[in-house]
């Protein structure tokens, strides 16, 4: 069993047949330790006001509360300056701000945004927009069979034409990790900025951004242990004063004239409106959380679960893994098929045993397409799951078919 799976009060509730859920959809979203849940009910108990609002106490406390996330966000990624660091509602938010104000970049009829074919559609029809805002062209990398980017197609597809390039760090799909580094580096050659979706990298590996020299990168605390509806966008300080606001009103004015006004300094020019201050206070804890497991012992124990899991499904007849076969730079996502069933009805029968999955074509449709396939299932692993867990998902994928009519197997 896992150590940690007793700080996850959700896991530990049985069903009615006296069963331990098996939470495997952890790309969708992760389960929350009691750590972040007592940081959120603390918040509301002790410390809610409206940040950077008031002179009174609680509005200073909440103040804090929101700032000192944002100074340990800053560390956790790397980034050089907590100004640096936008919060928003979720990762979509976050790369529809980055494309709102890529026009800084597509400044000629024809600049060419870079995309990789595997993209979320949260990384992806936000580009659309912008492309046919901005009259510029999109230009997909295309992945191998496998779900992996290959470098010819970083190499051709991003020229000197390019101007933009967005591409996820990890494929919510396959698990792949994308070769970031030299997409980066290929893209700064050229003279391209590169947004970054780190919405399936952040939560399973230590990420650095400045190491990286990303310049925008992405990624939503619920994904990560934290609360819903707090979204973090990381850019390069030369390109938040650039930008322009995504959101216009309160808390992120200078000075308003009855004709126009000026916008106050970044990050808070990007945060109009009153900000969860409770759901980043969650993120915070989940930090926390992550820095007392240590993301390269997290991200060593996702290895070999996930090794045991694709040994685990080899087993199960008439499965085919969608994706890479082998753990050479992937995560713990794990799509597949089985011969025969929906990925719906698989999903509904691991239901019935107790197991959570998705099913589905997870937000990538394109990619999808690219791979030949409508629709998979996708197992996904967290640092809560176990060898048990996996055990009962491939004991209960065996009599799937069987269950469905299709003989023995």
């Known amino acids: 069993m896992s150590r940690y799976l007793k700080d996850f009060p959700l896991l530990q509730q049985v069903d009615k047949k006296g069963r331990l859920p098996v939470y495997l959809d952890n790309a969708a979203t992760t389960q929350k330790p009691q750590a972040v849940i007592d940081a959120v009910a603390s918040y509301y108990k002790v410390s809610n006001a409206n940040p950077h609002r008031g002179a009174y106490d609680l509005s200073v406390e909440a103040t804090k509360v929101l700032e000192s996330a944002r100074e340990k966000v800053k ?120 947004v970054v979706d780190g919405t399936q990298s952040i939560p399973h590996m230590a990420v650095d951004v400045a190491l990286l020299d990303a310049d925008f990168y992405a990624f939503s605390a619920h994904k990560m242990l934290g609360p819903m509806g707090v979204g973090v966008l990381y850019a390069k300080e030369k390109f938040l004063l650039d930008m322009p606001p995504l959101l216009y009103g309160g808390d992120m004015i200078e000075y308003v004239e009855e004709q126009s006004s000026t916008f106050a300094f970044p ?49 199960v007849p008439h499965l085919k893994i969608v994706g890479p076969d082998c753990l050479d730079d992937r995560t713990g996502v794990v799509s597949f098929v089985l011969e025969g069933v929906h990925p719906h009805d698989v999903a509904t029968i691991l239901n019935a045993d107790g197991i959570a999955i998705r099913s589905g074509h997870h937000c990538a449709q394109p990619f999808m397409r690219h791979l030949g396939v409508q629709s998979t299932c996708r197992a996904s692993l967290y640092l809560y799951n176990t060898k048990e867990d996996i055990d009962r998902l491939a004991d209960s994928l065996k009599g799937a078919r069987r269950w469905l009519g299709y003989g023995t197997e």
């Open 267 to 315: 990050p808070q020019k990007f945060e109009g409106g009153t900000q969860n201050v409770g759901g980043v206070a969650g993120l915070s804890a989940a930090i926390d959380y992550l820095n007392s497991v240590g993301m390269n012992e997290l991200q060593a124990a996702e290895v070999e679960l996930t090794a045991y899991m694709l040994e685990r499904l080899h087993e």
């Open 75 to 194: 560390a956790f990624i790397g980034a050089g300056k907590a100004e640096e660091i936008v919060f928003t509602k979720s990762a979509t938010e976050s790369l529809n701000l980055a494309a709102k104000s890529c026009g800084m970049f597509l400044k000629e009829a024809g600049d060419e945004i870079v995309l990789a074919v595997s993209e979320h559609h949260s990384n992806l029809v936000p580009w659309q927009i912008a492309a046919q805002v901005r009259q510029a062209r999109l230009t997909y990398m295309y992945t191998d069979e496998s779900g992996r980017l290959p470098y010819e197609e970083i190499k051709s597809k991003i020229s000197e034409r390019t101007k933009l390039v967005a591409v996820a760090h990890a494929s919510n799909v396959t698990g792949s990790v994308n070769p970031i580094e030299q997409v980066i580096e290929r893209a700064h050659k050229a003279g391209a900025a590169v």
